[in-house]
C-alpha cells in the first residue's frame, strides 16, 4: 500500500508543487511517517526515494535546486543529511531522525519533527506498569550527556522515585556495573541511548543479567525491546507524519522554520515484551496489556 501511494504521489505532481517529499530508503521505518504525511495533506507533493543511494540523493538535490519548491519535507537523516548541505536556502522539515543534531540537520530554515521521549514520561508510564519500582539503575557510558542524567533524576525525582548511575568507559565494564548496582538495591534497569555501551555484547550481558536477576529493563527504541529488553515508550510513527504535516501547512501559511522549533511527538506508544515478562517471572498484571500499544510475544 505504501509504496502504491509513493508511486501515485509522484505521478499526480508532475507539474511544478509547493512541497518536496523526500524519503531516504524504502523501509517501514521511513513509510509509516511518509503514508500518513501524504494522507494529511491538503495539495498533493513530488515525492521522492533515494532508497539509501548517494548518487540518487545527489540527482535528487540537482533537481529541486531547479525546482525550488517553496518547502521540502525530509523523512530520514540521509534524505535531510543531502537537503541541508545540498539547498540550504529551503524550508526543510524532518521526520524520522534520531539526534538530528549529529548530522548537522539544524538552523534558521530547519524544523521538524523530533523522536525524543522525555525521560519524565519514559519512567511514569514505566512505574505505571510496575509500580513496585523505587531504585533505578543506570548504566552510563561516555557518550550519555550530563543533561540526559540531570532529566532522568530529576524525572525519578518528580515521581518519588531514585536513580543510581555507575559510569563505564567500554562495554566490558557493563557486567561489573551491573553487579555493582544490584549490589546497592535497584529495582529495575534503565538503559540510555549510549553507543559504549550498546554495543551487541553490551547488551546482551544487560539483558541476560536483568532476567536472570527478575529486573525490569527500560529501553529506548522498539527494536531494544524486541532485542531482549522489556518496555518503552516510542513515538507513533503515523503521528509523527501527521505532526510534520502540520508544520508544513505552517510554512506555506508563511510562517519561517526560525519561528517554528522542532516539535516532540505529540503521540507516543506503549511496547512491551511479553516473553522478557515470562523469563525474568516478573510480577505484572495482565489486565494491564489493555493499555499496551504493541506487544512483542
Not at 213 to 218: E, N
Not at 219 to 230: F, I, K, P, S
Not at 240 to 249: C, H, M, N
Request: contains cysteine.
Amino acid at each position: 500500500m505504501v509504496a502504491f501511494l509513493l508511486g501515485v504521489a509522484g505521478a499526480f505532481a508532475a507539474g511544478r508543487s509547493r512541497i518536496a517529499v523526500v524519503v531516504s530508503d524504502d523501509l517501514e521505518a521511513y513509510r509509516a511517517p511518509a503514508e500518513a504525511f501524504l494522507a494529511q495533506l491538503a495539495e498533493q507533493p513530488r515525492v521522492y526515494n533515494l532508497r539509501g543511494r548517494p548518487s540518487e540523493a545527489a540527482r535528487v538535490v540537482k533537481e529541486l535546486d531547479r525546482e525550488n519548491p517553496a518547502v521540502v519535507v525530509c523523512i530520514g537523516a540521509k534524505a535531510a543529511y543531502a537537503v541541508r548541505n545540498g539547498l540550504s536556502d529551503t524550508p526543510l522539515v524532518y521526520a524520522g531522525i534520531l539526534d538530528p543534531r549529529r548530522y548537522g540537520i539544524e538552523g534558521n530554515q530547519v524544523t521538524g519533527v523530533t523522536m525524543d521521549v522525555e525521560p519524565v514520561t519514559f519512567l511514569s508510564q514505566f512505574t505505571g506498569f510496575f509500580p513496585e519500582v523505587d531504585v533505578v539503575g543506570v548504566i552510563r557510558g561516555p557518550d550519555t550527556t550530563d543533561a540526559r542524567i540531570d532529566a532522568m533524576t530529576a524525572a525519578a525525582s518528580e515521581l518519588g522515585r531514585r536513580v543510581v548511575v555507575h559510569d563505564v568507559t567500554s562495554s566490558r565494564e557493563v557486567r561489573g556495573a551491573f553487579v555493582a548496582l544490584v549490589k546497592q538495591g535497584v529495582d529495575a534497569m534503565w538503559v540510555p541511548p549510549d553507543r559504549t555501551v550498546l554495543t551487541t555484547s553490551g547488551y546482551r550481558t544487560i539483558t541476560e543479567e536483568a532476567r536472570r536477576r527478575h529486573l525490569p529493563l527500560l529501553v529506548d527504541t522498539e527494536n531494544m525491546v524486541e532485542a531482549g529488553g522489556l518496555f518503552t515508550i516510542v513515538p507513533s510513527a503515523d503521528g509523527i507524519g501527521r505532526q510534520a504535516a502540520e508544520l508544513v501547512q505552517k510554512v506555506l501559511d508563511g510562517a519561517s522554520p526560525a519561528v517554528l522549533p522542532p516539535e516532540d511527538p505529540e503521540e507516543l506508544l506503549v511496547v512491551l515484551n511479553t516473553r522478557t515478562l515470562e523469563a525474568a517471572e516478573l510480577p505484572f498484571d495482565r489486565l494491564l496489556l489493555d493499555f499496551v500499544d504493541v506487544v512483542i510475544e
